[in-house]
């Protein structure tokens, strides 16, 4: 299991009000004591921070707000010393407009990097190139006097797009994968890796209007999410840069990365990405990060991906950083504990690598950011139909009645601790047996004592209005899975050749028993068995 680290909000040590390195280290043995395999840290590097740090200026140095390469070097010999591997966040589609590599390519048209980023013409009436679209709202095209010409840009204006057709940005790149890979860092997530390449020909996107269904990547109200992205990202070229970047990665010994797809074919992304043993080790997208969560609805996602997988290898994520926290979003404003113990098993049950988001083992719901509180810049331009990220980025809470739940002494930090996260602070849960906090902890210690849940193959049962089940098997191990995804009783009769199987104990998962040949259900009850 990964557990997902965002440093500004995971602890504060030096007082400032914003989580660093330093802090991280500090926190280290309660990850390492929940059961994690590896942490996952949000961008650290050098950054004027417009996107907080996803708007990279120096691809190999840590940005001063989080501390030195000596802590990032203590936070790795650290985790290393608990067992725990660490992989980095690299943003390879795009960097900041602080960048030198911008810099330079922005003073004219035939300097050495004038070719480094994705540079257009205006039309004859000095409009954009092309109808591509900005994820952070209006044209991802943006004008600049020096050069007279437009630069591409899928999200903030400042994060200009790298020119993944001119093989000295991969190599450029390439070296700076390869600078941290020598400090000792055990893998990547690898953001927005689906944008990485542009269509040459800068094509027009087909319109599709607005979307009758939600896309998790872009809510309706956003016109991101009206066009079919079929030109500005994801293009077939992707894939070789994949196998150059999969071809340095393997010449360190155990190391792994995990991908961030965003497109509407994510499904379908994620297998072509991971397939074939020479790309990503895993990937992710945004299926399961939206509100969505019905039995139906889950069935079809793992059916989807089941028939186009073949050799592919998913990533499993129920919240992160970029989107409302899955108390809230499954939950409601009052979400039932039983719900969130389901979703945790339904998660540790499935086929793929698992990621935790920080918090999520607390059972935080998304916080409600007042416009003034606001620092996510995609929150502040969509307001208020779209409230932005910050909502699931605030400090972790540690201590209960501590200063700021015990994230920082400062007297300000960078986003407000909301009241309701106190009574679910760290202090609060640990020791409690009841808690969500214990509970997730006993479902991930289990799971390592679970060859079928975290190795073997899946065969979903037929889909139910109510129930979701499934069966994970490993040369020694056949398991069966099964949830009821609603606040009403359930029940599911056992196939034939699982009559005779017994309750697979000690996950924590309750709300279910067997009665005869049929596994009767309380309200977002679920249970293993074992055959």
Known sequence: MIYQVYPRSFQDSNGDGIGDLAGVTRRLDHIAALGADAIWLSPFFKSPMKDFGYDVSDYCDVD??????????????????????????????HCSDQHPWF???????????????????????GTPPNNWLSIFGGSAWQWDTRRRQYYLHNFLSSQPDLNFHNPEVQDALLATVKFWLELGVDGYRL??????????????????????VEDP???????????HHRYDKSQPEALGFLRRLRSLVDQYHDTTMVGEIGDEAGLTMMADYTGGSDKLHMAYCFTLLGASHGAPFLHNVIDQFQRVAGDGWPCWALSNHDVARVSTRWGGEHPDPCLLRLAAAFQMSLRGTICLYQ????????????????QDPYGISMWPEVKGRDGCRTPMPWTAE?????????????????????PLAVDRQRGDAGSLLSYFTQLLHWRRDQPALWQGDMDLLPVSEQVLAYVRTAASQRVLCAFNFSETPASLTLPADWSNARVLEGSGLGGARIEGGTIVF????GLFLQA
């Open 64 to 93: 001063p707000m989080f501390g030195t390469l000596g802590d990032f070097k203590a936070l790795l010999a650290r985790a290393h010393a608990l067992g725990l591997k660490v992989m980095i966040d690299q943003v390879l589609s």
């Open 103 to 125: 810099v330079e390519s922005r003073a004219s048209r035939d300097n050495p990097k004038a070719d480094w980023f994705v540079w257009a013409d205006a039309r004859h009436d």
């Open 191 to 212: 953001d927005a890796i689906n944008f990485c390449f542009h269509d040459a020909a800068l094509r027009d996107n087909p319109g599709r209007g607005v979307p009758l």
């Open 217 to 227: 990547s872009a809510p309706s109200s956003n016109p991101y999410s009206w066009q």
């Open 359 to 374: 918090g999520e083992e607390l059972g935080l719901p998304e916080a409600t950011i007042a416009f003034e509180d606001l």
């Open 402 to 422: 501590a200063p700021h739940a015990g994230f920082s002494d400062s007297e300000r930090c960078w986003l407000p601790v909301p009241p309701e996260h106190r």
């Open 522 to 525: 309380e309200p977002w009850g």
